[in-house]
Every structure is written in structure tokens, then in C-alpha cells.
């Protein structure tokens, strides 16, 4: 038997003071959501914020809120924003806010406070480098950004 892997490095930094942001797109949002998990539990974390991304398709693929909802801080300490890259009609009932990529979502939404957080994002590879240009414009200090690329 052989075993490959983690090739990731998006671990919860539990002794990093500053707010969150987790961008997840598809099957990235597993990892995402374990250091949000983390990030709930922890009591050294209880005076800052994370911020949750969710990128799909469309609002049929929209997922992971119902998995947020039910930690502690959901709402308040916890924020919750999904984007959807191609709406069908019909696609107006409000379970994405959004239009877009989430890396455009990232930098829209959180802007210049970027550089005051840590990034977390998994996904698949052409978002993972989208955000990462994103980063580099932004000029997002490296050795706050965490991530799990699929190859």
C-alpha cells in the first residue's frame, strides 16, 4: 500500500490573532469547513471573526452553510457569502448574494483588510490561481496564506 499526501498546508494557525477568511470552491469545502470547526472551538479565537467564501456554479450548488449554521458564533463571529459564476433563470431566491467568482467576491468584499488576515482557501486549481493573483495585486503578505491546491 501506498500513501500520498496531504499536500496542502491549510491547518488552523491557532496562535495567529487576527481575523479569518476561508474561501472554499467544490470539493475544497471540506477543509474549509474543518478550520472553521476549529476556529469556533478554540477559546483563544473567541475575539476574532472568520469569514466564510463559497464559490459555485450555480445556487443548486451552493453548500456548506447548513454545516456553519449550527457552530457556535454563526452570524455573529461567523459570516457566511456564497458567489455563483453562471445563474440559471430562477436563480434569485437569495441563496447567493452574489455574482461572480469568489476571488472576486475576496476582493470586493474584504478588500485592503486582506492584509490584516489569515487566508485559508481549497479548491479546485484554476481558483486556487485566481486568488492567488488576487493576493499578488493585492500585495498580500505570503506567509499568511494557507492552502490546500488539487492537482
Given amino acids: 500500500i501506498e500513501i500520498d499526501g496531504p499536500y496542502g498546508r491549510a491547518y488552523l494557525r491557532r496562535d495567529a490573532q487576527r481575523d479569518i477568511v476561508c474561501i472554499a470552491g467544490g470539493s475544497g469545502l471540506a477543509p474549509m469547513i474543518s478550520i472553521a470547526r476549529g476556529f469556533a472551538f478554540d477559546p483563544n479565537l473567541q475575539d476574532t471573526k472568520l469569514h466564510f467564501l463559497y464559490g459555485a456554479r450555480t445556487s443548486k450548488d451552493i453548500c456548506g452553510r447548513d454545516m456553519l449554521e449550527v457552530l457556535p458564533g454563526f452570524g455573529e463571529r461567523i459570516q457566511f457569502h456564497a458567489v455563483v459564476s453562471t445563474p440559471e433563470p430562477g436563480d434569485a ?8 467568482f469568489v476571488h472576486e467576491l475576496a476582493d470586493t468584499l474584504l478588500g485592503d483588510s486582506l492584509r490584516d488576515m489569515e487566508i485559508y482557501f481549497a479548491g479546485p486549481p484554476a481558483m486556487g490561481e485566481a486568488i492567488q ?19
Fill in 93 to 100: 431566491d437569495a441563496t447567493a448574494s452574489y455574482t461572480g
Fill in 133 to 151: 493573483r488576487m493576493l499578488l495585486a493585492r500585495k498580500i503578505s505570503f506567509d499568511r496564506v494557507h492552502f490546500d491546491q488539487f492537482y
